[in-house]
């Protein structure tokens, strides 16, 4: 098995087991909100070129941008995609940045 393969399988699992306990606010790989989400992370964005950046959404929605002229221009053309695919929920579930540029974000900064 390749070690992305092992890496994948690892943070599904923890992805999985973390959806049985209770509420508690998830903070790096664990934030990620679906398994759709975590392997788009973990197989394209992670290996996209810097300038790039990860939004997600609450209600699931969730896009990143990569290969942008900066970091600004990263997080905001994820954030407008973002809001794009959420526009029926953005008032109640808002798009945030959980990544850029491979490093997780605080979302509280993010709000």
Known sequence: MKSSNII??????????????????KVGIESIISKKALTSYLTKYS????????AQSESGVWN??????????AKSSALIACR???????????????????KFYNLEVNM
């Open 8 to 25: 994948l399988a690892t943070a599904l699992s923890v992805l999985c087991s973390n959806t049985l306990g209770a509420e508690e606010e």
């Open 64 to 73: 990143w941008r990569s290969n942008r002229t900066s970091v600004e221009y």
């Open 47 to 54: 290996d996209a070129t810097d300038n790039k950046a990860f």
């Open 84 to 102: 794009a695919d959420n526009k029926n929920y953005e008032k109640d579930y808002p798009c945030q940045l959980i990544d850029v540029n491979g």
